[in-house]
Nanobody, 122 residues
Framework: QVQLVESGGGLVQAGGSLRLSCAAS????????MAWFRQTPGKEREFVAR????????NRADSVKDRFTISRDNAKNLVYLQMNSLKPEDTAVYYC???????????????WGQGTQVTVST
């Protein structure tokens, strides 16, 4: 079992930055690939970024590729999403997720956090 708790969301002006954190607990948490997804009301959960267990492989959605960076610290069981140059369209609830696979498909993630709200104002 892996428990995930996100933090770091909030209200920021367009062009600003936020860093989200995901604290993972569980004996094998560091062996899981991790990802960030986001969701707005009435829409499906959208892939944002993922990172392999060793941090060797990462991928980001085209919409955030030049602005967001995913990283992890396995010694602390933390995963981060650094978000720069934020836009109003980045407003969403951001979720941390864990899987044994390397995938961008939400249904293939086994564990999810409760989400943290990010709101970007104009």
């Amino acid at each position: 079992q892996v428990q995930l708790v996100e933090s770091g969301g909030g209200l920021v002006q367009a062009g600003g930055s936020l860093r989200l954190s995901c604290a993972a607990s569980g004996r094998t948490a560091s062996t899981y690939a991790m990802a960030w997804f986001r969701q707005t009301p009435g829409k499906e959960r959208e892939f944002v970024a993922r990172i392999s267990a060793s941090s060797a492989r990462t991928n980001r959605a085209d919409s955030v590729k030049d602005r967001f960076t995913i990283s992890r610290d396995n010694a602390k069981n933390l995963v981060y999403l650094q978000m720069n140059s934020l836009k109003p369209e980045d407003t969403a609830v951001y979720y941390c997720a864990a899987t044994t696979r390397l995938t961008e498909i939400a249904s293939q993630y086994e564990y999810w956090g409760q989400g943290t709200q990010v709101t970007v104002s104009t």
